[in-house]
């Protein structure tokens, strides 16, 4: 995939009026391959998903209500390709309330504070070490450990985002054009099978989520203020979610399926992400 060819594709599907806008954004992304291996053969601040993860000696292990969050993947940002728009250097540490999927508490898809992301610097890496997860944490919510490699692409919005209401796109805008965006554009770029991904667009099984996301930013006091009107100003501001990491459910290498095979997904705000602040993240979990 490279920018021409999906720019082509966009006039041949008949959406040459929106190429200037879409190929904007159009985000280079990176495609986590695993591989299952023992915790003990990743260094210290290695690239992984799941295991036990590598924090400071005083950092408290991340809870939600009375449930402990699970380990969900760090990331190296050293070992990262460098078109992706993060941070040059420093660990990013990954959790969410995967105990809490399943027990019917009303508070869970409608409270950001079920997910927790760590910026750790790469000059405090010396103070790190494995830690131990909680031997409370159900053993069904306990991720096994893998090797991450990254394999980079490019990647278009989906279907459903704010990106595409932005342009009048979408079930109360202008279907036919589109239908021609998920129809016969969007297959062309859409893969199949278990995919995790760090920045870049969402693999979707369901909608939109970057308007949840602003909805709930603004909910929790996080924005400043309320976006006025529905549903322009609202999609406006929405585009300023970016996706930060997509996991899975690869069950057979992590021991867990989110859902009913699903995915979840950690959304930023680009000011947060800018402004190497990780305490405002949000993320989401789609299935069938």
């Not at 008949?14 to 495609?31: D, F, M, N, R, V």
Request: charged content about 20%; glycine content about 8%.
């Amino acid at each position: 995939m490279n920018v021409e060819a999906i720019i082509q594709a966009l006039e041949d599907s008949g959406l040459g009026q929106y190429k200037e806008a879409i190929s904007s954004w159009i985000y280079p992304t990176a495609e986590l391959l695993l591989e299952p291996v023992p915790d003990t053969s990743i260094p210290i601040a290695g690239s992984k998903i799941g295991g036990c993860p590598d924090l400071a000696e005083d950092t408290t292990w991340p809870t939600w209500k009375d449930y402990h969050m699970t380990f969900i993947a760090q990331i190296n940002l050293a070992e990262c390709p460098s078109q992706l728009s993060l941070p040059s250097s420093g660990l990013l540490s990954f959790f969410y309330t995967a105990e809490a999927m399943y027990e019917g508490d009303f508070d869970f898809y409608k409270d950001p504070g079920t997910c927790r992301v760590i910026y750790i610097r790469a000059d405090q890496f010396h103070l790190l070490s494995r830690q131990t997860i909680p031997e409370c944490l159900h053993v069904d919510a306990r991720m096994r450990p893998n090797r991450i490699s990254f394999k980079t692409n490019l990647s278009v919005p989906p279907s459903e985002s704010a990106y595409l209401e932005s342009l009048g796109l979408g079930w109360n805008g202008n279907m036919e054009d589109f239908k021609k965006y998920w129809g016969t554009f969007l297959p062309q770029w859409r893969k199949d099978g278990c995919l995790h991904r760090l920045m870049g667009h969402p693999d979707q099984i369901q909608g939109d989520m970057q308007l949840h996301c602003q909805t709930l930013y603004e909910q929790h006091g996080w924005s400043g203020r309320d976006t006025p009107g529905m549903p322009e100003q609202k999609a406006q501001a929405a585009l300023k979610w970016r996706l930060l990491l997509q996991i899975d459910s690869e069950e057979d290498k992590t021991g867990i399926s989110w859902g009913d095979a699903g995915r979840i997904y950690f959304w930023i705000h680009e000011d947060d992400l800018a402004s190497l602040c990780f305490d405002r993240v949000v993320c989401e979990m789609q299935c069938t």
